[in-house]
């Protein structure tokens, strides 16, 4: 039986799946079906989009794909934005008793983490990934609105119906995009990942 190691291995490079890149992923409320679309062609992001779960409740074969190449035993996943507060921001959020946590050896804020398993295959794959990741950032995506504005001078958080899309580029340490900051329907961003897919595709055509 193969054994895998958790993402944060140095001693191994991975690369982000061609499958995972193909996922349109919308942080919101309701069904998968409604917050995640599955491209035909990651590195055409004009391409005919799927629901990544039918309203019957049937997944999208991606889900069965390993999250990366190759494949990975564990990883552990970060929101960028969140993970940098300031003091001040620190004390508000003991204030608030903010479950989160903070290191004072370095002095540093540590943003809230998910560390995502196997379910079964021996490693993980995109299904698991999107089982535990998505309600995960459900429960963040106030703090995201909220951050976000603070980081820009405002004092109040983005609207609560802004949208928020996860860039599929990095698989640890999460980006979003938002419809706050970008103009729907985010041509040039959607433009840009599908360039990556592109190249991440030859690259790993390459190794294999």
């Known amino acids: 039986m193969a054994s ?24 919101k409320d309701g069904p998968l079906s409604q917050a995640i679309q599955v491209l035909e062609d990651a590195t055409n992001s004009a391409s005919a989009q799927q629901p990544y779960q ?11 794909a390993s999250l990366c190449s190759p494949p990975i035993s564990s990883i552990t996943v970060m929101v960028d ?3 940098g507060l ?24 540590k943003g809230p983490t998910m560390t995502v398993k196997p379910s079964g295959e021996g490693f993980v794959t995109v299904g698991d990934y999107v089982n535990a990741v998505h309600p995960w950032l459900m429960s963040l995506r106030e703090d995201y609105l909220r951050e976000y504005a603070m980081l820009h001078g405002e004092d109040e958080p983005l609207p609560s119906d802004t949208e928020v899309w996860l860039v599929p580029m990095r698989i640890d340490m999460l ?12 041509t040039d961003i ?19």
């Open 175 to 186: 980006s979003f995009l938002d419809s706050e900051t970008e103009e729907p329907p985010f």
């Open 81 to 83: 934005i969140l993970n």
């Open 4 to 27: 895998f190691t958790p993402f944060e291995d140095s001693s191994k490079r991975r690369i982000v799946s061609p499958e995972f890149l193909r996922l349109r992923w919308q942080v």
């Open 86 to 109: 300031n003091e001040e921001k620190f004390d508000e959020a003991l204030e608030e008793e903010d479950d989160h946590d903070y290191d004072d050896d370095d002095g540093e804020w």
């Open 190 to 208: 959607w433009n840009m990942v599908a360039k990556f897919a592109y190249n991440t595709i030859h690259k790993k055509e390459s190794q294999d």
């Open 54 to 64: 039918s309203e019957s409740g049937v997944v999208h074969d991606v889900a069965r």
